[in-house]
């Protein structure tokens, strides 16, 4: 899971970012409107967290500028403006979920795990296809009830590639996703081909059909053929 967290409060951002690390979420952090525009032009998160107030310009303007642009991404507001017209207001523009500072950690964290199995896995724990079931909350995965020795790092992509059935995936998207906005430093993203590789082996191993198709020149997609 990949994330932007704009926040101009750097001990806030870096909370959230060392938090949400053992628990497989990838965060990149921006403290101002300027910054956070870049990012969204250039790159898809599977969840923003958007402050209101930076200090060069204002959250809500953002959040219009994402929604102009059809940016998919889940959005949780996260404010210390708590007052009712301020939330109405975020909602109206396409905000999913709004948190008032001070928040728990714990709590951020069970919202965004929320936001996105509603957005790409209809709101259930267990993501189920086929012979195979993830757990999201366990991060286990079974194929015909075989339980795989599996990474985390490697359940990510299968969610990831699950959560995009019959999308072509970039190399560079996958990249992103597993390493967050770094990908763009690294030399090559050949990273990529070994986490499918193995991920196909184990998958296979365990008796599960060949969903992860390379698309030559492209990159990979989920499919059931």
């Known amino acids: 899971m990949k994330i932007l967290v704009i926040e101009d409060e750097k001990e806030i951002a870096s909370s959230i970012k060392e938090y949400f690390k053992p628990n497989g979420v990838q965060c990149e952090l921006v ?11 250039m790159y898809d998160y599977d969840c923003i967290l958007l402050d209101l ?7 809500f303007d953002l959040l219009r500028e994402l929604k102009r642009r059809n940016k998919t991404e889940g959005v949780i507001i996260i404010s210390a403006k708590e ?5 109405i207001e975020g909602f109206n523009l396409g905000a999913d979920d709004y948190l008032t ?7 951020l964290l069970v919202r965004i795990q929320a936001l996105i199995r509603r957005k790409n896995f209809k709101g259930n724990n267990n993501v189920i296809f086929n012979e195979i079931t993830i757990d999201i909350f366990s991060k286990t ?5 075989t339980k795989l020795d599996i990474t985390k790092k490697e359940i990510d992509l299968l969610l990831y590639l699950i959560g995009n059935e019959n999308k072509v995936l970039s190399k560079s998207a996958i990249a992103e996703h597993l390493s967050g906005d770094m990908a763009d430093m690294l030399d090559n993203h050949d990273f990529v081909y070994a986490h499918i590789k193995n991920l196909k082996k184990k998958l296979s191993a365990a008796g599960g059909g060949d969903y992860i198709k390379t698309v ?10």
Not at 53 to 59: I, T
Not at 101 to 107: A, N, Q, V
Not at 141 to 145: G, L, Y
């Open 53 to 59: 107030m930076l200090p060069d310009g204002d959250g």
């Open 141 to 145: 995965v079974t194929v015909n009830n």
């Open 83 to 87: 007052n009712l017209d301020t939330r």
């Open 31 to 41: 403290g101002n409107y300027k910054d956070a525009l870049d990012k969204i032009s």
């Open 101 to 107: 500072k001070p928040f728990h950690l714990s709590e």
């Open 216 to 225: 030559y020149g492209l990159g990979y997609k989920w499919q059931d053929d």
